[in-house]
T-cell receptor
Framework: GENVEQHPSTLSVQEGDSAVIKCTYS??????FPWYKQELGKGPQLIID?????GEKKDQRIAVTLNKTAKHFSLHITETQPEDSAVYFC??????????FGSGTRLQVQP | NAGVTQTPKFRILKIGQSMTLQCAQD?????MYWYRQDPGMGLKLIYY???????DKGEVPNGYNVSRSTTEDFPLRLELAAPSQTSVYFC?????????????????FGPGTRLTVT
């Protein structure tokens, strides 16, 4: 089955700095890669996603890049703000199967 | 729309007891999922369903059962609760199709049920 590895497990940055979280996946048939943000006591919420036919996608301060050859994808957050502090999960998806999640990254943005 | 709703929010069970975690969605999604999240860990898939009457095992199905008699509801049954089932349980739903080559398989998550087995 699919295996998704996520690094780092914790990340502390100063407000205004950039944050990068990296994931690798094992199943070359996976074709959809979402990123979820989970705030304390809440369910995960999608923040950005990318399909396997796209190399990069941006949405304001958030971007995701995908390298299909190397089977890795990354989340980039620029100009971080205290409200970006949360746990972030990457995931990989195959058609008709459910998401396989990474183990999560706890991001702390220091004001 | 209420989205994905889960009940109860919290529950404490004694070892050997049984209970059903309720999940409902009002978005007419045909895919529904149950995940568990242990402290400091990612989400692991327990069971999922691609439509009413169809269910399939995920990564960690032992000790759980599901049914899907309607599109809206996807209850998770715990039989003979064990301390290893102490976790936060999330239900999610998604639309099976995508809008073109860049479509999303977005899963919408409920608020979770925190279960403690002692």
């Amino acid at each position: 089955g699919e295996n998704v590895e996520q690094h780092p497990s914790t990340l502390s940055v100063q407000e205004g700095d950039s944050a990068v979280i990296k994931c690798t996946y094992s199943d070359s048939a996976s074709n959809y890669f979402p990123w979820y943000k989970q705030e304390l006591g809440k369910g995960p919420q999608l923040i950005i996603d990318i399909r396997s036919n796209v190399g990069e996608k941006k949405d304001q301060r958030i971007a995701v890049t995908l390298n299909k050859t190397a089977k890795h994808f990354s989340l980039h957050i620029t100009e971080t703000q205290p409200e970006d502090s949360a746990v972030y999960f990457c995931a990989a998806y195959r058609s008709r199967r459910a998401l396989t999640f990474g183990s999560g990254t706890r991001l702390q943005v220091q004001p | 729309n209420a989205g994905v709703t889960q009940t109860p929010k919290f529950r404490i069970l004694k070892i050997g007891q049984s209970m059903t975690l309720q999940c409902a969605q009002d978005m007419n999604h045909n895919y529904m999922y149950w995940y568990r999240q242990d402290p400091g860990m990612g989400l692991k898939l327990i069971y999922y369903s691609v439509g009413a009457g169809i269910t399939d095992k995920g990564e960690v199905p032992n000790g759980y059962n599901v049914s899907r008699s309607t599109t809206e509801d996807f209850p998770l049954r715990l039989e003979l609760a064990a301390p290893s089932q102490t976790s936060v349980y999330f239900c999610a739903s998604s639309y099976a199709g995508t809008s073109g080559a860049t479509g999303s398989y977005e899963q919408y998550f409920g608020p979770g049920t925190r279960l403690t087995v002692t």
